[in-house]
């Protein structure tokens, strides 16, 4: 049990540091970058802060059950588990301490999983982010988008009436059904 919460606790370091160095360097390049628009550039920086953030998170969390496994707290754990399991009676002092310690454990352990909401938290922080950020990407590329067509709409409209003023000046009658069509009449 203690390899395999060691093994957790230092993924938990190595990820954690992983982030936060890899956001580190994301800060670097964003500083580098000259030409890139206010609101992107908000937007990079908070997640790199959420992010970073969130990595420190991680090795603390990872640090805690580290110190869990390599202080001892889980052997003493054990031991007062297997005295309370034997039916010894135990001195009234020591039985004193063994809650006190329990309890200290709990504390301990309560803490760890504060923490763990924590990084919950900020991921899903960072979630609503990127979702807000990139639904007002859309909605500008959207508006964008709906901008062309109009304005191609309007032109095709322009052309089409261009077309039947010419038609009418050279026939001198307005144009009906058969001219609406795009394909020129037989000789």
């Known amino acids: 049990m203690v390899a395999v919460g060691l093994v957790l606790a230092a993924a938990l370091v190595l990820f954690g540091a992983g982030t936060a160095l890899r956001q580190r360097r994301a800060m670097a390049r964003l500083r580098t970058e000259r030409y890139l628009p206010s609101d992107d550039r908000a937007y990079l920086r908070g997640q790199v802060r959420?992010?970073?953030?969130?990595?420190?998170?991680?090795?603390?969390?990872?640090?805690?059950?580290?110190?869990?496994?390599?202080?001892?707290?889980?052997?003493r754990v054990d031991e007062?588990?297997?005295?309370?399991?034997?039916?010894?009676?135990?001195?009234?002092?020591?039985?004193?301490?063994?809650k006190d310690?329990?309890?200290?454990?709990?504390?301990?352990?309560?803490?760890?999983?504060?923490?763990?909401?924590?990084?919950?938290?900020?991921?899903?922080?960072?979630?609503?982010?990127?979702r807000r950020y990139w639904m007002s990407q859309y909605r500008l590329?959207?508006?964008?988008h709906e901008a062309k067509l109009q304005r191609d709409l309007a032109v095709h409209r322009q052309a089409k009436?261009?077309?039947?003023?010419?038609?009418?000046?050279r026939g001198g009658r307005p144009p009906g059904p058969?001219?609406?069509?795009?394909?020129e009449p037989p000789v």
């Not at 959420?50 to 052997?75: E, K, W």
């Not at 399991?85 to 301490?97: K, L, N, Q």
């Not at 590329?141 to 964008?144: G, S």
């Open 80 to 98: 007062i588990a297997r005295k309370d399991r034997s039916g010894v009676p135990i001195p009234d002092d020591e039985d004193r301490a063994d």
């Open 50 to 75: 959420r992010r970073v953030a969130t990595g420190t998170v991680l090795v603390m969390i990872g640090g805690l059950i580290a110190v869990y496994y390599l202080s001892g707290m889980d052997a």
């Open 141 to 144: 590329l959207k508006a964008d």
């Open 178 to 183: 058969a001219d609406e069509t795009d394909e």
């Open 161 to 169: 009436e261009n077309d039947r003023m010419n038609r009418m000046n």
């Open 101 to 130: 310690f329990t309890r200290t454990v709990a504390a301990y352990w309560v803490g760890i999983l504060g923490l763990v909401f924590v990084a919950g938290c900020l991921a899903v922080f960072d979630f609503w982010a990127t």
